[in-house]
C-alpha cells in the first residue's frame, strides 16, 4: 500500500460531527432538514441526526401549546417568514398543516429506528415534505406507512420495531439528553467541543464552527 | 444643465426605505444597529430609524421581563450566541449589564429628539456600545449626558426636550404603530410594501427585499 493511497474508511471518520436536533413539528427544522446534508458536506462535516420531542420541554417552560400559536403575532410572522424562505430554498409552496403543532411522536420512533438503518435521512425528509409542503397529518399511522412503503424497508416491520420498549424508551432518553445540553428549541445543533447553535439560521455557523475545530 | 448631470437629491429621494425599528434593551437590536448602516448603503436603501419600547408589548403577552431572563436555558445560549457574533462582527468583547434588559425609556426618549438631527444614529450607535461593550446602565441620565457631550448638540437642552411632553406622546404612539403593524420583538424591519422582518438574522433578507422593490 503505497503512502499517497485513498483510505476512505479513515477519511469519513476523520470528519468532525455536527448533532442536527430536530422536532418533526418545527417548521424551522424542515427548513434545516431540506438543507442539511449539502450543507454539512460543503463544510465536510458528518451530520448525526437526532429526532426529540419539544413537548416535555415546553410544558417545563409552562407552555400548552407552540409560541407561534401563543403569541399570534409572532406566529403571523413566523409563517410569513416559512413562505419567503420555502421560496428562497427553491422548496415548495409552504402548506399549513392543521392541526398545528402536529404530535411528531410516532414519527420520531420511527425516526430511531430509520437512523439505524441507511435511509434515516431519506424518512426525516419525507416526513417533512408530507407535513410542509403537502400539508398530510404526521400523526396519522397511513401517511407514515406510505413514506415507509417508498423506502428500502418492510413497514409494518418498522412500524413494530418503533412501537417497541427499547425504542419508546430510546426517544425519551434523547429528549432527556437534548434537555441536559441546554436544548430549548428546534433545530439545534451541538458540535463535539460543546458548541450549542440555536434556529435554521445559526445552521452555517454551527457547520463552520464544527469544521474549523477538525 | 445636461441631461447626465448629476442629481444627488433625486437619487437620495429615490432610496427605497427601510424601517429599522429597535429597542435599547435588545441585544440583538445592538448587533443590527452596529452593522445598519454599512449594510443599508451596500443595497442602495435608506434606514429610517425607529425607536420603540418592548416592555409594553411583552407585558401584553404576559411576561414581566425579557423572555431571556424567563426562559433561562434560552437566555444562556443567547448570550453565547451574542458573545459569538459580536467576535465575528470585530465588535469589542460583550458586557453584560446589571440589570438585564435595561430601563431604555429616557434613552428612547433622546433618540427621538436626536434622530431629528444629523447626529441621530451616531447617538444610538454610542447608547448600545455604553450598555453592550462598556457594561454601563443607560438608565441613569449621567451616562446618557455624558453620551450627548460627544455629540454636536447642547446636552442639557436635549435632556429638557427629551422630557417635554411632545417627545413622551412621539415615543408612545411610536410603539402604538409598532403594535399595529404587527411588531412583537426587536429588531424588526418593515419594507415600504409591509413586508415585516424579525430579528438581526434577518436584517440582509429585509434590505434585499426593500432594494428589489424599489
Redesign the interface.
Known amino acids: 500500500m503505497t503512502t499517497d493511497s485513498p483510505k476512505p474508511a479513515a477519511t469519513a471518520q476523520a470528519r468532525p460531527v455536527l448533532d442536527f436536533w430536530f422536532e418533526f413539528a418545527s417548521t424551522y427544522s424542515y427548513l434545516a432538514a431540506m438543507r442539511a446534508e449539502a450543507l454539512a458536506d460543503e463544510h465536510g462535516v458528518a451530520l448525526r441526526w437526532r429526532p426529540f420531542l419539544l413537548g416535555p420541554i415546553f410544558a417545563a417552560?409552562g407552555w400548552s401549546s407552540s409560541p407561534f400559536n401563543l403569541?399570534p403575532?409572532?406566529g403571523?410572522?413566523m409563517w410569513?417568514?416559512m413562505e419567503?424562505q420555502a421560496d428562497?430554498l427553491g422548496l415548495p409552496p409552504l402548506a399549513r398543516p392543521v392541526p398545528f403543532p402536529q404530535n411528531g411522536l410516532l414519527a420520531a420512533r420511527i425516526a430511531i429506528v430509520a437512523l439505524d438503518s441507511g435511509w434515516g435521512p431519506d424518512f426525516v425528509r419525507a416526513v417533512y415534505e408530507a407535513q410542509f409542503a403537502r400539508g398530510l397529518s404526521i400523526a396519522e399511522p397511513a401517511v407514515l406507512r406510505e413514506i415507509l412503503g417508498a423506502l428500502p424497508c418492510d413497514p409494518e416491520a418498522v412500524l413494530v420495531q418503533a412501537g417497541s420498549e427499547p425504542v419508546k424508551t430510546a426517544l425519551r432518553e434523547q429528549t432527556e439528553e437534548a434537555i441536559a445540553h441546554?436544548?430549548?428549541?428546534a433545530p439545534s445543533f451541538l458540535t463535539a467541543d460543546g458548541?450549542?447553535?440555536?434556529?435554521n439560521?445559526?445552521f452555517e455557523?454551527a457547520v463552520a464552527w464544527a469544521a474549523r475545530r477538525r
Open positions: 417552560q403569541y403575532a409572532k403571523r410572522n410569513r417568514d419567503r428562497e441546554g436544548i430549548f428549541g458548541e450549542l447553535f440555536w434556529g439560521d445559526r455557523r
